[in-house]
């Protein structure tokens, strides 16, 4: 069974540091397209980062200069270094497999068709 | 970046009753080369991730009920729960995977029970 499962998450002051963990299994992490799409207290869905299988990388504005997303193929892990976070980064954060079914039209993106169920990240003194 | 607007914020709709949620897309998201639609539709349930219904529009991803249909192309589009079930009480999202990212969800439309 393909499954995401997220850690990391906790409370952390204004100007402070996390890093998620988002644990992949029945598929590989670096055959994909993954993302970090967060969720705000009551608030809708928004795409943060995504990294390409070639490891090309992608950061909302929001986040750009502040958020790193990586891989480690050994443990099938994806991870999002936060750094410099403020309170307005308080969110859920989920992991999502981006799936692109039609790969040959340039600059087209995926759907996401697995979701971890998240990781809480509250930004707070 | 394309901006994604939905309609209405919210909908209360009987039990076996027809539910009807309206997608805006600010630019369309039909692409000439493969005449496909890049956006999908999403069901919350409270206090679970994201469930992926639709994609290209209107194909219905492997084990969603036939219920549940989408449709529409360029830039309006429709999700459509043909007979209500109590268990489809959830926050649905569309998205759009057309251009470059971000690829953008819109504000979500929350659906109750009359």
């Known amino acids: 069974e393909m499954q995401l499962v997220e850690s990391g998450g906790g409370l952390v002051q204004p100007g402070g540091s996390l890093r998620l963990s988002c644990a992949a299994s029945g598929f590989t992490v670096n055959t994909n397209y993954m993302s970090w799409v967060r969720q705000g207290p009551g608030k809708g869905l928004e795409s943060v980062s995504l990294i390409y299988i070639g490891g090309s990388t992608y950061y909302a504005d929001s986040v750009k200069g502040r958020f790193t997303i990586s891989r480690d193929n050994s443990k099938n892990t994806l991870y999002l270094q936060m750094n410099s976070l403020r309170p307005e980064d308080t969110a859920i954060y989920y992991c999502a497999r981006d799936r692109r079914l039609d790969i040959s039209v340039a600059g087209t993106g995926g759907f996401f068709d697995l979701w971890g169920r998240g990781t809480l990240v509250t930004v707070s003194s | 970046d394309i901006v994604m607007t939905q309609s209405p914020d919210s909908l209360a709709v009987s039990l076996g009753e027809r539910a009807t949620i309206n997608c805006k897309s600010s630019q369309s998201v039909l692409h000439r080369s493969n005449n496909k639609n890049y956006l999908a539709w999403y069901q919350q349930k409270p206090g679970q991730p994201p469930k992926l219904l639709i994609y290209w529009a209107s194909t219905r991803e492997s084990g969603v009920p036939g219920r549940f249909s989408g449709s529409g192309s360029g830039t309006d589009f429709t999700l459509t729960i043909s007979s209500l079930q109590a268990e489809d009480v959830a926050v649905y999202y569309c998205?759009?995977?057309?251009?470059?990212?971000?690829?953008?969800f819109g504000p979500g439309t929350k659906v109750d029970i009359k």
């Open positions: 998205q759009q995977y057309y251009s470059n990212p971000p690829f953008t």
